[in-house]
């Protein structure tokens, strides 16, 4: 399974929404989608899992959608601290798949 | 609090071998698989590999399948990762990560600050 991430790069300005995709090239369980934030020199940090579950301590800003092929994870409204890299994940027949990631930045 | 640390990066020439390690403390280790993730410079991240709690099973990326080996020591807290036959394209940050699966789905819930290998001659 391969994951496609979209837009390659995302410039908005804090306040805004923020709407990243992950597709798989073919169906999934939502159960095994994560979505993980990366800031430059910093390690991912988990911030939805099973598509849509929030991980411990992370702003209810942050919400995850979707099934089958096709996964959002959406940034109501943008704080500064949330321009990062954003990376979908699965967990399936091919273990363990990233996508090549969004950058979200500032515009 | 869960706390991973990885250390035993370096510069290290091709063809030669290294050995990664990652101490865990403020879970009980032993009953939680574990997982290596890289991510090459100004690249994304790849998965590595995995081991089960009781370390019955191993899984590699092909990329490494053959010359990298996952291994623990659920008495000293420590995941290993033993890289040999080392290549340019395997320079990266190596995360070791934490796994989670329970009822509402499935990640990598802690990871640690990563260490850099670098593989030039």
């Given at each position: ?8 790069t ?7 929404r ?17 979505w993980y934030q ?7 940090r ?17 919400s ?17 601290e ?9 967990y ?9 990631g ?6 | ?29 032993s ?13 994304g991240?790849e998965?590595?590999?995995?081991i ?12 490494v399948?053959?010359?990298f080996?996952i291994?623990?020591?659920?008495w ?28 509402r ?6 990871w ?10």
């Amino acid at each position: 399974i391969v994951l496609t991430q979209s837009p390659g790069t995302l410039s908005l300005s804090p306040g805004e929404r923020a709407t990243l995709s992950c597709r798989a090239s073919q169906s999934v369980s939502s159960s095994y989608l994560a979505w993980y934030q990366q800031k430059p020199g910093q390690a991912p940090r988990l911030l939805i899992y099973g598509a849509s579950s929030r991980a411990t301590g992370i702003p209810d800003r942050f919400s995850g959608s979707g099934s089958g092929t096709d996964f959002t994870l959406t940034i109501s409204r943008l704080e500064p601290e949330d321009f990062a890299v954003y990376y979908c994940q699965y967990y399936g027949t091919s273990l363990f798949t990233f996508g090549q990631g969004t950058n979200l930045e500032i515009k | 609090q869960v706390q991973l640390v990885e250390s035993g990066g370096g510069v290290v020439q091709p063809g030669r071998s290294l050995r990664l390690s990652c101490a865990a403390s403020g879970f009980t280790f032993s009953s939680y698989a574990m997982h290596w993730v890289r991510q090459a410079p100004g690249k994304g991240l790849e998965w590595v590999a995995i081991i089960w709690s009781d370390e019955s099973h191993e899984y590699y990326a092909d990329s490494v399948k053959g010359r990298f080996t996952i291994s623990r020591d659920n008495w000293r807290n420590t995941l290993y990762l033993q890289m040999n036959s080392l290549r340019g394209e395997d320079t990266a940050v190596y995360y070791c990560a934490r796994d989670m699966w329970d009822s509402r789905g499935y990640r990598f819930d802690y990871w640690g600050q990563g260490t850099l290998v670098t593989v030039s001659s």
